[in-house]
Antibody
Framework: QVQLQQWGAGLLKPSETLSLTCAVY????????WSWIRQPPGKGLEWIGEINHSGSTNYNPSLKSRVTISVDTSKNQFSLKLSSVTAADTAVYYC???????????????????WGQGTLVTVSS | SSELTQDPAVSVALGQTVRITCQGDSLRSYYASWYQQKPGQAPVLVIY???NRPSGIPDRFSGSSSGNTASLTITGAQAEDEADYYCNSRDSSGNHGVFGGGTKLTVL
């Protein structure tokens, strides 16, 4: 059974850097993409970005200038850093495993089958 | 703004059938996946691919797609199905993930 356990600082001041880590237990780490997703209080889900075991990343264009996702395959962990945070970055942050279905070499399905428990990060002075 | 559009709220009488839709150009190329989220909980995958349910998801949940619209259908809605539902896919560039704005389902 795959489990994702995440942790990081829950209270930040404006301009600080958000830092979260997600550890993967059970199943394979390599061969998948791993993603970060956030949800502001009372709002919808927002895709932040993803990384694979070799370090290849894709980021949400609206956050790209401030986001870094990294991977530590020796520990089966991946991490999120978001710099220069403001109150607008207050959200529950989730880590998740990405699944991709290919048909004749083309991506046809993209989904998240396992999720972390979520971490509430509050940005306040 | 999201590249995937959902109705903000939908209601259904207990035991009846409800369809939740998701529209977006990228859905012409990619299947949508669907997530159920209850208050204070992480989202749970309920439908992925053409029409696949993860283990443990009741068979009253089904998915379909036509053109730029994906649908999640709950046949015989139960009280425990009251939740927020989100669709997800790749965006039109194919390089990023994207979520719909979510639909709040009320079971009357």
């Amino acid at each position: 059974q795959v489990q994702l356990q995440q942790w990081g600082a829950g209270l930040l001041k404006p301009s600080e850097t958000l830092s979260l880590t997600c550890a993967v237990y059970g199943g394979s780490f390599s061969g998948y993409y791993w993603s970060w997703i956030r949800q502001p209080p009372g709002k919808g889900l927002e895709w932040i970005g993803e990384i694979n075991h070799s370090g290849s990343t894709n980021y949400n264009p609206s956050l790209k200038s401030r986001v870094t996702i990294s991977v530590d395959t020796s520990k089966n962990q991946f991490s999120l850093k978001l710099s220069s945070v403001t109150a607008a970055d207050t959200a529950v942050y989730y880590c998740a495993r990405v699944r991709i279905t290919m048909v004749r070499g083309v991506i046809k399905a993209y989904y998240f089958d396992y999720w972390g428990q979520g971490t509430l990060v509050t940005v306040s002075s | 703004s999201s590249e995937l559009t959902q109705d903000p709220a939908v209601s259904v009488a207990l035991g009846q059938t409800v369809r939740i839709t998701c529209q977006g150009d990228s859905l012409r190329s990619y299947y949508a996946s669907w997530y159920q989220q209850k208050p204070g909980q992480a989202p749970v995958l309920v439908i992925y691919g053409k029409n696949n349910r993860p283990s443990g998801i009741p068979d009253r949940f089904s998915g379909s797609s036509s053109g730029n619209t994906a649908s999640l259908t709950i046949t015989g809605a139960q009280a425990e199905d009251e939740a927020d539902y989100y669709c997800n896919s790749r965006d039109s560039s194919g390089n990023h993930g994207v979520f719909g704005g979510g639909t709040k389902l009320t079971v009357l």
